[in-house]
Each structure stands twice: as C-alpha cells, then as structure tokens.
C-alpha cells in the first residue's frame, strides 16, 4: 500500500519560512519523480516544484528563487524549503509521487494547510 505523509505545514508571517516534508512508503522510491502541488478553493492544483529520481528540479515561476525542493533517497523523503513567503502562498500543499513506465500512474499525500499572514 502506497502512502505520502506530510508534516511542516501551519501558519506563519509573511517573509518567514516553513519546511514541508513528505515521507513515502510503498514504493521504490528513486523511482518516482516527487512533486509538491498546491490548491487554494476554486483553482485547479498547480505544481509548484519537482524533483527526479536523480535530483534534476523545476520550479513554478512564482516560487523560483524562494523555494527549494530537495530528497533523501535514503530516507524516503522528499522536502520544501519556503522561504520568504507571501500571503499568495497560502494553499493546501500536496506531496506527489509520479511515474511513467508502464504507464502514468500518481500518488497523492493527504495534504497539509499553508497560511500565511500579511
């Protein structure tokens, strides 16, 4: 059984910084390429930042040079480092893990709720 599990999410001033963590089971995790998505009422899930298997990034243009994703293959792990956040930040954020071979086939975490303050 596949399970994503968030943590770091709450509430905190703009220009402070949260750390995201999603720790993955049930799968070869180096494997997937792991995702953070965010959802605010009434939008569609967007991407906010990915990261392969073997560490190469991308990022949303409204995160770039504020946010860093990172993994520990050892332990499962995938991170989001949010740094200098702004109240446009405020979502529900989702760990994802993706994999294409066979076929496409996504995992989603439960989520964990962002706010910021201005």
């Known amino acids: 059984q596949v399970q994503l599990v968030e943590s770091g999410g709450g509430l905190v001033q703009a220009g402070g910084s949260l750390r995201l963590s999603c720790a993955a089971s049930?799968?070869?995790?180096?494997?997937?390429?792991m995702g953070w998505y965010r959802q605010t009422p009434g939008k569609q899930r967007e991407l906010v930042a990915a990261i392969t298997g073997g560490g190469n990034t991308n990022y949303a243009e409204s995160v770039k040079d504020r946010f860093t994703i990172s993994r520990d293959n050892a332990k499962n792990t995938v991170y989001l480092q949010m740094n200098s956040l702004k109240p446009e930040d405020t979502a529900v954020y989702y760990c994802?893990?993706?994999?294409?071979?066979?076929?496409?086939?996504?995992?989603w975490g439960q989520g964990t709720q962002v706010t910021v303050s201005s």
């Open positions: 994802n893990a993706v994999i294409w071979v066979p076929s496409r086939m996504d995992y």
């Open positions: 049930g799968i070869i995790f180096s494997n997937y390429r």
